[in-house]
């Protein structure tokens, strides 16, 4: 399996998105690097594309199935991709706080401690529907690891198309996500004007 081993810190300085919204709090030392002239509209285009990409933890095949699939949608395509990306498993468990990173919680939904509607799920791009219990399995909810990630997670704040019961560490889609729910900085018509090409 292919994977991004790039480091974080440096592929968020490269494409100007704050570690936080990885769900890191260190920062750089490093100043951020001067733009050395005007970018061109295609790489403007293609730089949105990465940063969406690197966030969600994609490569190119993959992304560009759910560009495919937005594109079929009622809608608009790039809200649609957007929503598309937020309802994957494994961004909902980071969303709930059951993991630090999305990275951390494709982990965790890999190897089988996460059940959705009582059933073991270990597929990190199953998309969630509105109505699906997503939980921890009880032994590893009992885990000093889990405890420590829920204690450092407890001030995140949860989106409003989740619901989370901090207590049984269960969390619920209550709707699907909008736009307004994304948290970052993202022009997805300029990745929509980049696939239409």
């Not at 750089?28 to 690097?33: A, D, F, K």
């Not at 403007?44 to 990409?53: A, G, I, M, P």
């Not at 209550?174 to 239409?196: G, K, P």
């Amino acid at each position: 399996m292919a994977r991004n081993m790039q480091p974080v810190l440096k592929r968020c300085r490269t494409l100007g998105i704050e570690p936080s919204v990885m769900g890191i709090d260190k920062s750089s030392n490093r100043n951020p690097r001067p733009m050395r002239r005007k970018q061109s509209e295609y790489g403007r285009q293609l730089t949105e594309k990465q940063k969406v990409k690197f966030i969600y933890g994609m490569l190119e095949k993959q992304f560009h199935k759910y560009y495919e699939l937005a594109m079929k949608m009622p809608g608009v395509t790039g809200e649609n991709l957007l929503q598309i990306l937020e309802s994957r498993l494994d961004n909902v468990v980071f969303r709930l706080g059951l993991a630090n990173t999305r990275r951390e919680s494709r982990q965790l939904v890999n190897h089988g401690h996460i059940l959705v509607n009582g059933k073991k799920l270990d597929i990190p791009s199953y998309r969630v529907k509105v109505g699906d219990v997503i939980s921890l399995k009880e032994k590893t909810q009992g885990s000093d690891r889990m405890k420590e990630i829920v204690e450092a997670n407890s001030s995140r704040i949860v989106p409003k198309w989740l619901d989370m019961d901090k207590n049984t560490l269960t969390g619920k889609v209550i709707a699907l996500a909008e736009r307004d729910d994304i948290d970052f900085d993202v022009e997805e018509h300029l990745i929509v004007e980049l696939y239409s090409k």
